[in-house]
């Protein structure tokens, strides 16, 4: 059904990549030239074929090829080296692609662990980072994947900041083409240049994390540019701090702010938010049930992964996923705490680190701030901050600052007995806290 969408399309803008406006026309002709390339390599349908790649049309044009064929596309990080866990997949075939051209290898790799069922094919493989439990190679159909969607002919000008390694790229990737919107594809995920392309291109939708909100406020971006064109900001991937939805909402009074909710297994949940100014949301979707055990979110999804390459199901006997997302809730919305892997056990007491870091974030200077937790002997852990600054205060003087700030508003063991100053970003190139960097180093 997708593929008769797009061809039927043919004027509207598909992409926007370095000034260049892509036509759906002008894709369908990319996607037919890898699939004629696809041949000449020998690459065979239903084949499983590896891409080091991010957001470009050729990308997208090489992976869509591979759908058309029945074959299943193991997606990389450009930013990471992967040939090692190449073998688990059963890839075949290795691309990657540079600046002018790309590179083509074949792969001598045998089946892969656990085998592939007939019904993945075509179908795409993500491979988690491994940075809240060991790493694992995830199997989705890309035919179950799109029964979320409806092909209408409503489309939207997408600033999109996600990669295409990612379930949330994928999502948008998906969710732009069955609604014949056009991706405009940024040079780089700064916030001066994403405000420059959204006054460009007049997009209309910025989906994006909250950290990268963060960084955007902090460095006044949005106040340099015309940004009327936007109506709607989505953010999602890591929890949002209050105090950063606050600033947002405080920005961009004419503009919707939504969250959004995904996890790679169980694919991106179509939620409702309860207004822009709030974190409570709920599903949208009966493709989706959550359900709230002891105060950890489940989800069972009718889009969810068909397996891990290697390892047991993470699904119960009747396809419950437990999340590890902690959370409240107030009837049938909820708001998201933070990983259970995130939160900080001082003397038995809980601390999220979303909590800790919005409160931080109100003291002037301080820009970023990264809450973790260190092992102690007496209170088995306790609470540590590392922060950007930007204020005239030494680290003592903000020290004594922050913690005072803490104390009114926090109980006295959530406030963190030593803050750091760092000149180093305390994201990842995702734009997403790098927590995994903060316990490496604590």
């Known amino acids: 059904m997708i593929w008769s969408?797009?061809?039927?399309?043919?004027?509207?803008?598909?992409?926007?990549?370095?000034?260049?406006?892509?036509?759906?026309?002008?894709?369908?002709?990319?996607?037919?030239?890898?699939?004629?390339?696809?041949?000449?390599?020998s690459i065979a349908p239903r084949s499983i074929v590896a891409l080091q790649v991010d957001f470009s049309s050729q990308s997208i044009a090489l992976l869509l090829a591979l759908m058309r064929r029945g074959s299943i596309a193991v997606l990389l990080s450009a930013q990471a080296d992967y040939r090692a866990r190449l073998e688990e997949t059963g890839a075949t075939h290795f691309f990657r692609f540079g600046v002018t051209e790309y590179e083509h290898v074949r792969l001598d790799h045998g089946e892969p662990a656990g085998g592939i069922v007939d019904a993945a094919f075509p179908g795409f493989i993500i491979l988690s980072s491994g940075s809240t439990g060991t790493p694992k190679a995830i199997l989705h159909s890309f035919a179950r994947y799109c029964r979320k969607f409806k092909c209408e002919n409503k489309p939207r000008r997408i600033l999109n900041l996600f990669h295409l390694d990612h379930i949330a790229g994928i999502d948008r990737l998906l969710s732009a083409l069955h609604s014949a919107s056009c991706l405009i594809i940024p040079s780089a995920r700064d916030p001066q240049t994403v405000c420059e392309l959204v006054q460009k291109h007049h997009a209309q939708v910025l989906p994006t994390s909250p950290s990268f909100c963060n960084l955007m406020l902090m460095t006044g971006a949005q106040q340099r540019h015309d940004l009327s064109s936007l109506e709607s900001i989505t953010y999602g991937s890591e929890p949002m701090p209050q105090s950063t939805l606050d600033l947002m909402v405080e920005a961009f009074p004419a503009i919707?702010?939504?969250?959004?909710?995904?996890?790679?297994?169980?694919?991106?949940?179509?939620?409702?938010?309860?207004?822009?100014?709030?974190?409570?949301?709920?599903?949208?979707?009966?493709?989706?049930?959550?359900?709230?055990?002891?105060?950890?979110?489940?989800?069972?999804?009718?889009?969810?992964?068909?397996?891990?390459?290697?390892?047991?199901?993470?699904?119960?006997?009747?396809?419950?996923?437990?999340?590890?997302?902690?959370?409240?809730?107030?009837?049938?919305?909820?708001?998201?705490?933070?990983?259970?892997?995130?939160?900080?056990?001082?003397?038995?007491?809980?601390?999220?680190?979303?909590?800790?870091?919005?409160?931080?974030?109100?003291?002037?200077?301080?820009?970023?701030?990264?809450?973790?937790?260190?092992?102690?002997?007496?209170?088995?852990?306790?609470?540590?901050?590392?922060?950007?600054?930007?204020?005239?205060?030494?680290?003592?003087?903000?020290?004594?600052?922050?913690?005072?700030?803490?104390?009114?508003?926090?109980?006295?063991?959530?406030?963190?007995?030593?803050?750091?100053?760092?000149?180093?970003?305390?994201?990842?190139?995702?734009?997403?806290?790098?927590?995994?960097?903060?316990?490496?180093?604590?």
Not at 15 to 28: D, H
Not at 340 to 367: A, C, F, H, N
């Open 5 to 41: 969408h797009i061809e039927s399309i043919r004027d509207q803008a598909a992409l926007i990549e370095n000034e260049a406006s892509i036509s759906y026309e002008q894709l369908v002709a990319q996607i037919e030239r890898w699939e004629e390339k696809l041949c000449s390599l």
């Open 256 to 442: 919707e702010l939504k969250q959004t909710f995904g996890i790679s297994e169980v694919g991106s949940l179509p939620v409702i938010s309860r207004g822009s100014s709030e974190l409570w949301i709920k599903p949208e979707s009966d493709l989706f049930a959550v359900d709230i055990k002891e105060g950890m979110l489940w989800i069972k999804s009718q889009i969810a992964m068909l397996s891990y390459i290697s390892g047991e199901t993470p699904f119960t006997e009747d396809g419950w996923y437990r999340t590890g997302d902690l959370v409240e809730q107030d009837g049938e919305w909820f708001s998201i705490l933070g990983r259970e892997s995130d939160i900080i056990m001082v003397g038995g007491e809980k601390v999220y680190p979303r909590e800790v870091e919005s409160t931080l974030l109100q003291v002037d200077g301080i820009d970023e701030a990264l809450v973790y937790g260190e092992d102690n002997p007496l209170m088995g852990q306790v609470v540590v901050a590392d922060v950007n600054y930007s204020g005239g205060l030494d680290q003592r003087a903000l020290q004594k600052l922050a913690r005072k700030h803490c104390r009114s508003r926090l109980e006295t063991y959530k406030v963190p007995i030593r803050l750091t100053v760092t000149e180093e970003s305390l994201v990842n190139s995702r734009n997403k806290k790098s927590r995994s960097r903060a316990v490496a180093s604590s």
